[in-house]
């Protein structure tokens, strides 16, 4: 049994993750920030967005001030409801957003986002947001007219690209397939909402600092240690950035 956000409601599963009435679709990263269920197009050979992450200035988890965990009024327990718009428009955040739905799309099991990136370091964070994006117009709760609402969100470190067991430097400037699964989610976006996807590299202090350079142990990393990176998201036909999805098709 799981509860099914955006409906509130409670659903039961013949088995977890679900399969009867499941189809895979995979969203995939376009030109000009948009996302859609279509591939690239073969146009998009070696397409790509970039940023500069700086670990001098990470990208905060929720908005600042950020209260001590146990002091009073932190909002610990609730930071992954955060309106995730006090991020949407920084330099070192890219963003990706479907047209408005046009129907209901319901989402249930576990998601996985397929990353081809790259860095000018030799070493890197790679995170990735889903997030549900409300309607600017939105009778039920006018002031949660276009609130962004994260779904999932999670961290792949660079430095384990072919093993958690060995890190290792990664090839400053080679494109790499990052795979980063998520903990099950059952989730409906509803008509009207559009689907949002971010991809930063810092997401402090709930992750910490990455130097960008390889060290053998980053908790002993030097300031010295810490250098700014140039990151390549790819979004051609042979390097399609994606987010597969498992989408419940009605019976």
């Keep these: 049994m799981t509860f099914r956000t955006g409906r509130n409601e ?39 967005d970039s940023y500069t992450s700086d670990p001098a200035n990470p990208v905060p988890y929720r908005p600042r001030p950020v209260r001590p965990m146990l002091s009073s009024g932190s909002g610990w327990g609730t930071w992954q409801l955060e309106d995730q718009r006090f991020v949407d428009h920084r330099p070192d955040v890219l963003t ?15 998601l996985t986002a397929n990353l081809f990136a790259a860095t000018t370091g030799t070493d890197s964070d790679w995170i990735v947001k889903l997030i549900d994006v409300y309607a600017e117009d939105f ?16 961290v792949f470190r660079g430095r384990y690209h072919n093993s958690f067991e ?15 699964k998520f903990p099950g989610t059952d989730h409906v976006f509803l008509k009207g909402h559009r689907i949002m996807v971010q991809v930063q590299s810092t997401w402090f202090p709930l992750i910490d600092r990455n130097p960008q350079m390889f060290v053998p142990n ?18 051609s036909s042979q390097q399609a950035s994606h987010i597969l999805l498992p989408t419940l098709v009605p019976e």
């Design 139 to 154: 009778k039920t709760d006018p002031k949660m007219g276009g609130y962004q609402l994260m779904i999932a969100g999670d």
């Design 10 to 48: 409670w659903v039961r599963h013949d088995a977890w993750p679900p399969k009867r009435n499941v189809v895979e679709k995979r969203l995939y990263f376009q030109a000009d920030g948009r996302l859609a269920f279509d591939p690239p197009p073969p146009s998009a050979e070696g397409a790509f």
């Design 218 to 235: 980053i908790f002993l990393a030097r300031e010295s240690d810490f250098h700014k990176a140039v990151q390549r998201v790819f979004r």
């Design 166 to 180: 060995k890190p290792e430097p990664v090839v400053p400037d080679s494109v790499l397939r990052y795979t980063i």
């Design 96 to 110: 990706w957003e479907t047209d408005p739905l046009e129907g209901d799309l319901v989402v249930s099991g576990e």
